[in-house]
């Protein structure tokens, strides 16, 4: 593959972000962005990992787009190199993470069984083996290892208590899991308020709304949401590891701005109308968007925008603590995130497994080197989550271990030096779902072969005209670029899943563990 990495070179002396934002006559302060390395010989001595859930590039300044006001990932997006082509081989969120904690593809899913903290969607297991991750890598080399999230799954399921104590320090933030505050101080009032209509009524909804609210603020404080907590934790655990003088990977795990949203009414105004008078869409039920009103949608976009540009404040206060410490003389940082989200686009909304179209599979991913090495240019190379964990080892000078699958992306960096293994396609599903990407070329379809959708990026680069039937070399093509993903899968038929199936044996499963899900 040919891959064009020019573009904008900033400046590598210290940047400082404009931090004010103003919306419905309010000001919300936001942390100044952080400082561009300036030693030109500095090599990494530490490392921070920073992951966010549910982050679309396409609501970030940075990748050229005003859809949400984001100074601080944007500022931070600047000071390192930044991956345009960026999908992550395994989605979504378990999935993601198991790729990047491993440095291996996680998809496809083959043999699957349900496990009963985790549900039935495939791919959602534990890392079988934690002496192939990077945690691990880290510290047979002697690095402390810190994780600070709030991630449900890796937080705080039993499945995932073994690898919360493969790390030397594991912060588990409750809110999107726990009790912080009784839900029933919520009112059915302030529930109806944050849910769309057709989902009022759905006691699922209204029990997780409930508990939601109470947890990070009702709505009205983000000083206790999610996003605030997380890296507020992660500030102390940095401050903590660099007053230790022993070399460090912190991994900063956010959920936000995945669904609820339920940020102040001050970011909402900002992207929706200030005199609406319906309901926010806090949440969403995943599937066609027909049960949402075109003015619902609207609030949909809103209510993401808002816990984006939440996220980034308290982002920036991580941030600013990084740069008082001095980190950014000595650090390195990787920024990624797991997966997109269906705002209405293509008719649907959520995480929908055959909609793997950027608005879903494409996802923020930056490398930022303590010397500035390229700060503020753009790769087109396929990146994705499982090039995080070798990636990372490069710039500490670790020896990548043979199991890791994954290209060292810091490569890059160097513009003369050594090119990672050219990626002439890229691929990786969700569920029973796969994509294919070239230069020209996009394929979605089922593990078996059906449900082509074939775009030619030339001529639709929004992917919106599927042409897998308009003539025979269209067809041709498809089957070739399905069995070049049946190739580098390890042979046919890729697996099926059966909901019913798995269904019923996650039912078993529950039973034998005595299982009770927390979470409605």
Known sequence: MTSSDGGLRLSRRRLLQAAGIAGAGAALPLAAGCAIGGDDDAEPENVVVIVIDSLRPDFLGAYGSPRARTPNFDSLIAR??????????????????RSIFTGQRIFPYRNFKPIADLGISPGWTAIDNLDQTLMKALSDAGYRTIQVTDNPHTGFTQTYRPFRLSWDKFVSIEGRTGTRNDPSTVSDAAVRRWLPKALQDNERYVEGMKKNLANTGYGRDDSESDA?????????????????????????????????????????????????????????????????????????????????????????TFLERFDELGLSDNTAIVLISDHGVLLGERGW?????????????????????????????????FASTH??????????????????????????????????????????????????????????????????????????????????????????????????????????????????????????????????????
């Open 80 to 97: 390192g190199l930044r991956f345009n082509r960026a999908f992550p081989e395994a989605m979504v969120t378990v999935p993601a993470r």
């Open 387 to 520: 090039d995080v964990a070798p990636t990372v080892l490069s710039m500490l000078g670790i020896e990548e271990p043979s199991w890791m699958q994954g290209e060292d992306l810091s490569l890059l960096l160097d513009e003369d030096g050594e090119r990672p293994a050219a990626r002439p396609f890229h691929y990786g599903g969700m569920y029973n779902r796969y994509f294919i990407r070239t230069d020209q070329w996009v394929l979605l379809g089922d593990n078996l072969g059906g449900n082509r959708q074939l775009f030619d990026l030339t001529l639709d680069p929004g992917e919106f005209h599927n042409v897998a039937e308009a003539n025979r070399a269209h067809k041709r093509l498809a089957e070739e670029l399905y069995q070049q993903v049946i190739e580098a899968t390890g042979g046919k038929p890729l697996p099926y899943y059966d909901d019913e199936k798995l269904q019923a044996q996650l039912t078993a499963a529950r039973e034998r563990s005595g299982f009770v899900d927390p979470t409605p």
């Open 349 to 381: 909304v959520g995480k929908i497994p055959g909609e793997l179209h950027p608005e879903m599979a494409r996802v923020p991913l930056a490398i930022v080197h303590p010397a500035g090495k390229r700060a503020g240019e753009s790769s087109e190379y």
């Open 228 to 316: 605030a907590r997380v890296f507020g934790a992660a500030a102390e655990q940095l401050s903590a590891a660099a007053r230790s003088g022993d070399k460090f990977a912190l991994v900063v795990d956010c959920f936000d701005p995945h669904e609820p949203w339920t940020a102040p009414k001050e970011y909402i105004d900002l992207y929706g109308d200030p005199e609406y008078d319906g309901p926010e869409v806090g949440t969403l039920d995943y599937g066609p968007a027909g049960y949402l009103s075109k003015d619902e949608l609207r609030r949909a976009h809103a209510g993401y925008a808002a816990a984006v540009t939440m996220t980034d404040r308290w982002l920036g």
